[in-house]
């Protein structure tokens, strides 16, 4: 069975790897433009339950691999914060893992089983010929997907735009950060949702 992915970021390079595992014949090749999969857009990931079940079932030694350097600490809190209140929850037990870390993991991951990831940005006019040279194409190129607006009429896709503005950035702390954060603070112009989760010991990426 010959398998392409249109998208080389954290859905497209796991699907294809366990599809690698569930069967080595299959034929897979993951497309993705040049450094896309590995550039800072967007500063990490949590890693709890399902998605930590989903991990151990590709590779039972993940947690060593993604943190060959060091551990980040263990999430088990919660702060919550309002206006008016603040309070100390129970967190679903987790990690927090960088992009970069998670990509990089994810691609030496296909590369030793097989997969041929191509670094190349693929063109809506070369979708036809890509699905005729396969057996299944697979769409996992982001929000702005190719695929899914040349397939738009198959998938029902439907749109919905809202006027949101955020930002993400690294907060630097000399105490140890070892709690989730959830602050939604309500202002004359509106509300202010920011969520804060520790790659580190030193560190939080924030989400504004």
């Known amino acids: 069975m010959r398998i392409i992915i249109i998208g080389g970021g954290p859905a497209g390079l796991y699907f294809a790897s366990a599809m690698k595992k569930f069967n080595p014949g299959f034929d897979i090749t993951v497309y993705e433009a040049k450094n896309e ?30 943190f060959a350097n060091n551990t980040p600490p263990r999430l088990s ?26 990509m990089r993991y994810f691609r030496n991951k296909a590369t ?16 036809s010929q890509l699905q005729d040279s396969c057996d299944l ?36 702390s000399p105490k140890p950060q070892t709690n989730v954060r959830f602050y939604v603070i309500k202002t004359s112009t ?6 804060s989760y520790p790659p580190n010991g030193h560190q939080a990426g924030c989400y504004h």
């Open 137 to 172: 194409l697979v769409g996992a190129d982001g929000v702005n997907s190719i695929v899914r607006k040349e397939y738009a009429a198959k998938f029902v896709t439907q749109q919905h735009e809202a006027k949101i503005k955020f930002t993400w950035f690294y907060n630097d």
């Open 37 to 66: 999969s590995i550039n800072s857009f967007g500063l990490g990931y949590t890693l709890q339950g399902l998605t930590k079940d989903l991990l151990a079932h590709l590779d039972e030694d993940y947690f060593t691999s993604l």
């Open 190 to 195: 509106g509300f202010i949702q920011l969520s």
């Open 112 to 127: 030793s089983l097989g997969i041929t990831i191509e670094e190349k940005k693929v063109l809506p006019s070369e979708l």
């Open 77 to 102: 809190q919660a702060t919550v914060k309002t206006n008016n209140d603040c309070q100390t929850f129970k967190f679903s037990d987790g990690h927090c893992v960088s992009r970069f870390e998670l």
